[in-house]
């Protein structure tokens, strides 16, 4: 009889290695700080003092908290329509450009007095930021998936053509303009088109709990649907998806358009929430810093929320830390990036750990899935 050997069983992965996949994020942020609090020491102040101005300034009261909130609303948007792109393999970075095609569209619904009630006005004014973020992201959309031209190039590029666009759209003799303003800046809105103060003697308004909502349900569309099971089938390997009978055109395109459908909600948000009107230059590296947002939470649309509360606690914080230090207001963005780039570091060096383990394995041995090599 012809005989079989039986698989050699070895070890699945360690506990400490799947624990130091679930925790890079949290590692490269303390490295992050470590190195942030170095730059400090080096400026003259005690990064330890420092460091509690800055929790201070983000969480020592409701209403600082409540500063924390207003500022992670557009992060939260924007940044889970990039790790929506970062699932499915495609670096979409023009959120900046959606949050302000985003807000146009709110500003020709909520400009004009129409006869509706508040909700029902507030509800149109933010499909209508959605619908117009949708139609400017189907054109990076269709190049990246029709004509092969890289996301990334016509997304930034797309970005600028939407600055200069709304710049022009509230400049004088334009249509949304305000006459005689001493800034480009749009007409008012209505009342009825302005969302709701939470909190008296603060800024906060609904934004933010709409983003952590949107946070939630696109974790469990990616889980448990069949759309979320072809947008990371798409991301590990496009040539699978491709052959298993996924449409990969028709879904790198529905990737992009809804993440600008993210974009354009942050900016109608922003608009209707804080700003009331549209000005020139009002969200200016906010879609940028979703980006970082997203590549710190990598790509896990609830990580997002962590990392987007996080970046505004200490943008929030760093007022309050240059205030109280001396220490310049550009050192949180320093800290910022300092965070980012170790979380990518980490990420990079546990991957090609593992791709040495997976290289060293032997035949017979089980790999991380469970088979047998051959």
Known sequence: MMAFNKPKLVRLPLIGDIAMSGTRTILGIALGLIAGGILIAISGVNPFEAYWAMLQ???????????????????????????????????????????????????????????????????????????????????????????????VTATIMLNYVAIFLISWLVSPPQILAQPGAFYPMSKPFQASAQLPILMRGTSLHPGAFIGIAVCVLFYLVLQYTPFGFRTRMLGINPNAARYSGVNTKQQILLIIVMGAVLGGLAGAIEVTGLKHRVYMDFVTGVGYESVAVALVAGGNPLGVIAAALFFSALKAGGATMSIQTGIGAPMTSVI???????????????????????????PGDINAAGIAEE
Do not use: T
Request: glycine content about 14%.
């Open 57 to 151: 300034g983000a969480f020592g009261s409701p209403q600082a908290f409540s500063n924390v909130l207003v500022r992670s609303s557009p992060l939260l948007l924007g940044g889970v329509g990039v790790a929506l792109g970062i699932k499915a393999g495609v670096w979409n970075i023009g959120i900046e450009g959606f949050m302000y095609l985003g807000s146009v569209g709110a500003a020709v619904v909520a400009i004009p007095a129409l006869p509706l009630p508040p909700i029902l006005h507030i509800i149109l004014v933010l499909i209508a930021g959605m619908v117009f973020g949708a139609v400017w992201g189907m054109i990076p959309g269709y190049l990246r998936a029709y004509r092969g031209v890289n996301e």
């Open 336 to 362: 910022i990036a300092l965070c980012v780039l170790f979380v990518i570091g980490v990420g990079v060096s546990e991957r090609r750990r593992l791709e040495k383990v997976d290289d060293d394995k032997k």
